[in-house]
């Protein structure tokens, strides 16, 4: 299976223009469509406004908000037509209202890839994030940070590998864009700590991953005593990888409530893009 239906949210900024082509750019490498969706704000420009009183005063206050709507819909709508424009893709961009923000949950349950942004909220309602939407939908999510540069589309992709399951999983919800990229190196941290890792760690999935037609090294790595999400990271900036692909990963023999500790630093962290599943 491949990527046929990708979800990227997009917001009239920078950092979204930026998200919007590096979703072009992956649904172009996999023959994907593309839907764009911009969450239009429920409220007005300006809070203190909720505060006015007198018939002429809520008028311009209502015709100030919708003035506003119109614009930033129409400055989110631009950027994402900016993007396909010359892409050889089929696409298209819905409007979702912020008040009516569980339909978010309904536009990424028929999707293979969901793109948003970090920090929070990325392109989401306020009240939403990737990981609440990744737990209610199982699809995986693509975080891009806010200030990545344009052009760098997962070609060498880190897959943080510890045997579990949701590890498993990621490399299923990731196998289209493993098998694409240029190189995946399977980075197996303090082998010798986890039983499940067998007599030669990383070794059979490497094998799995290039009959799928992947370029795949294997990496162990002794963490020293450091927190695993910043030797992970370490090694993916000193590396030079454009995505980290991992599950809802945690450090071995520790269970902790939704996400590991090793997922929450790295979520928290993120500064190169990161493909999370569950």
């Known amino acids: 299976m491949g990527l046929k239906n990708i979800v990227v949210f997009v917001e009239p900024s920078n950092a979204g223009a930026t998200r919007a082509r590096y979703a072009v750019e992956l649904a172009r490498r996999h023959g994907a469509h593309l839907i ?23 008028r311009r206050l209502i015709e100030l908000h919708d003035a506003n709507a119109i614009e930033t819909t129409s400055v989110a709508s631009r950027n994402f037509n900016t993007a396909t424009n010359s892409a050889d893709i089929t696409y298209e961009f819905r409007i979702i209202r912020e008040i009516e923000s569980d339909d978010t949950k309904l536009h ?31 699809i995986p999510f693509l975080i891009v940070p806010d ?8 070609q060498r992709v880190l897959l943080a590998w510890n045997a579990s399951r949701e590890a498993r999983r990621a490399i299923a919800d990731s196998l289209p864009l493993l098998s694409a990229a240029q190189s995946v190196s399977i980075v197996v941290i303090d082998a010798a700590k986890n039983r499940l890792h067998g007599e030669n760690p990383g070794a059979d999935v490497a094998v799995y991953l290039s009959r799928h037609g992947a370029h795949v090294t294997t990496e162990p790595i002794d963490s020293n005593g450091s927190p695993i999400a910043d030797v992970i990271l370490q090694h993916a900036v000193h590396g030079g990888f454009d995505l ?7 450090h071995a023999r520790v269970r902790e409530a939704v996400f590991g500790g090793v997922t929450r630093s790295l979520l928290k962290l993120a500064t190169i893009p990161m493909l999370i599943a569950h």
């Open 244 to 250: 980290i692909v991992l599950g809802a990963y945690s």
């Open 36 to 58: 764009g969706i911009f969450v239009a704000s429920s409220d007005g420009p300006i809070p203190a406004n909720a505060y006015v009183r007198g018939r002429d005063a809520m």
């Open 108 to 138: 990424c349950l028929h999707a293979d890839l969901v793109i948003v942004g970090h920090p929070r909220p990325g392109g989401l309602p306020l009240n939403s994030s990737a990981e609440g939407l990744l737990l209610a939908t199982g």
């Open 147 to 154: 200030g990545w540069p344009s052009g760098a589309v997962a």
